[in-house]
């Protein structure tokens, strides 16, 4: 069976500075998928960036991008020039592309930004 | 785009009361998703529909809970009877692809307190 660690349950960083959140997988699969999603207080799940285990290259998406190890089965998630908004629970996802491609969260970390 | 549409937004029942959740995903989305939050951690998948077939329902307390998805559009999770411990966020998702390869995406969720 698949997990998902997470194993920085807060964070708290300063607007403008860099943070990393870190977020490790058990798997016996070879192709999937991982997910960092963002939850703010009281508003929905927005996707933040995804990434392909296939692709060495790691994923980018403006301020945020991923740290993909692989053999590490290592996803962790920087955020650069950290802003008031990025303020919100952050989830660590993992799908497997064979069975019911069913994703499993961790447990998520608490991120504040302060002004 | 219209978003996936969750109702109520929240609920407050008794224990051993009976309580239903309705979700209506992204027009053309093959695949719905119902997720338990319990606060503190991270969604947990319930049931899985590809169009109006369940593809995983394996997390999914039979005893009490059900969901139905009829016509392949908008879904219904029901509890029944409702205990103390089904207090949670009750997500709903939807994704384009059948096999949900694609990116999920969520509604704003249904906030349960049983009492």
């Known amino acids: 069976a698949q997990t998902v660690t997470q194993s920085q349950p807060e964070m708290s960083v300063q607007e403008a500075e860099t943070v990393t959140l870190s977020c490790t997988y058990d798997?016996?699969?070879?192709?999937?998928?991982l997910f960092w999603y963002k939850q703010p207080p009281s508003r929905q799940m927005i996707l933040v960036i995804r990434q392909e285990a296939y692709k060495q290259q790691n994923a980018t998406e403006n301020r945020f991008s991923v740290n993909f190890q692989k053999a590490a089965k290592s996803f962790s998630l920087k955020i650069s020039d950290s802003q008031l908004g990025d303020t919100a629970m952050y989830f660590c996802a993992f799908m497997a592309t064979s069975g019911t491609y069913k994703y499993i969260f961790g447990t998520g970390t608490r991120l504040k930004v302060l002004a | 785009e219209a978003g996936v549409a969750q109702s109520p937004r929240y609920k407050i029942i008794e224990k051993r009361q009976s309580v239903a959740f309705w979700c209506n995903p992204i027009?053309?989305?093959?695949?719905l998703y119902w997720y338990q939050q319990i606060l503190g951690q991270g969604p947990k998948l319930l049931i899985q529909?590809?169009?109006?077939?369940?593809?995983?329902d394996s997390q999914l307390p039979k005893d009490r809970f059900s969901a139905e998805r009829l016509k392949g559009v908008d879904s219904t999770l029901k509890i029944q009877p409702a205990k103390l411990e089904d207090s949670a966020v009750y997500l709903c998702?939807?994704?384009?692809?059948?096999?949900?390869?694609?990116?999920?995406?969520f509604g704003p969720g249904t906030r349960l307190t049983v009492l």
């Open positions: 529909f590809q169009n109006n077939g369940v593809v995983d």
């Open positions: 998702a939807s994704s384009y692809l059948a096999g949900g390869t694609d990116t999920q995406y």
């Open positions: 027009s053309g989305h093959a695949t």
């Open positions: 798997t016996s699969e070879n192709n999937y998928y």
